[in-house]
């Protein structure tokens, strides 16, 4: 058939990771839902048992081989996974959806700006700083935000962080299949410390179906479809498109959770959404300058 050995158009990837975004944040709101049932942990241990199974029983990773310098890319791949969700969840428990996604942001903010040192960078780098401060109760205490939230939201930042930069060396053979296995590592580890900490509530065949919303769209469609977006994109332009899920987070917060933002969180928001775009941006032209240099 003509044109079917074509490689797929530029936007796909895009329209990819949009998808996944939306998917994300609607299991996230989902998700906070069901803390008063099983708890931060409890989900955690529901996601990620469910969305492992799905993914198994999709792409077989028993089939999969993995070169021996694909190995530990893809234990840390996995391991960083399943810690961001722990701490995400833990956050999002004590502080608003948006605020804590916005946080998580800095991972990839981080990813973003140490990709480019040149000096346009500080105005990105002070973005950021401005909406950290205002986002978290320092200073006049602006915001009111829970300090322990704020900091497992950056503990989740710092896993995000990882899970980009191994995620493209891990997934780089297999693509999408290797969210399974990475999510395997990740529920080896922490499905048991999830139910340790919720105790007999989790096994109510009541929280089954609700956990198998979460499963489907908090891990297993959306992280297979960054899966073929972190393989088919930049590291500048995933962050620059991922620069929207704050803003995301906190429209998903006030439509299914009722939470609201006041006027300087939606400033501190908007803020760190710059910081990410205009890093990923600028450093656009260094990066083809170098991929020349080494071609």
């Not at 998700?31 to 989900?43: I, R």
């Not at 701490?87 to 999002?92: D, T």
């Not at 990105?124 to 700083?129: F, G, H, K, P, Y």
Request: charged share 10%; aromatic share 8%; hydrophobic share 55%.
């Amino acid at each position: 058939m003509p044109g079917s050995s074509r490689k797929a158009p530029v936007w796909f990837p895009i329209l990819v990771i949009i998808i996944a975004m939306c998917s994300i944040q609607s299991g996230a709101s989902l998700a906070k839902s069901l803390f008063p049932l099983v708890g931060a942990p409890g989900v955690t241990a529901l996601r990620l048992a469910l969305g492992t199974l799905i993914l198994v029983v999709i792409f077989k990773p028993w089939r999969l081989r993995f070169e021996k310098s694909q190995r530990l890319p893809l234990l840390l791949y996995g391991l960083s996974l399943g810690t961001m969700n722990y701490l995400f969840y833990l956050s999002i428990q004590r502080i608003p959806l948006g605020i804590a996604v916005a946080l998580e942001f800095t991972g990839p903010l981080a990813v973003a700006l140490f990709s480019s040192r040149r000096a346009v960078d500080f105005i990105w780098v002070v973005l950021a700083v401005l909406g950290l401060w205002f986002l978290l109760p320092l200073g006049e205490n602006v915001g009111h935000i829970d300090l322990t939230g704020a900091a497992l939201a950056l503990g989740a930042g710092a896993g995000w962080a990882v899970y980009i930069l191994t995620g493209q060396r891990a997934g780089e053979e297999h693509g999408p299949a290797t969210v399974a296995m990475g999510s395997l590592i990740a529920a080896i580890v922490f499905v048991p410390i999830g139910i340790m900490q919720t105790g007999d509530a989790i096994w109510h065949w009541s929280i089954l179906p609700l956990g198998l919303a979460v499963a489907v769209l908090s891990t297993a469609l959306p992280y297979s479809l960054e899966m073929i977006a972190l393989t088919r994109l930049p590291t500048r332009t995933f962050g620059t498109l991922m620069s929207m899920e704050p803003a995301l987070a906190a429209v998903s917060g006030m439509i299914f959770l009722n939470e609201t933002l006041n006027s300087s969180q939606w400033l501190a928001l908007l803020a760190i959404i710059a910081a990410s775009m205009g890093s990923t941006l600028t450093a656009r032209r260094e990066t083809q300058i170098k991929e020349v240099d080494i071609s």
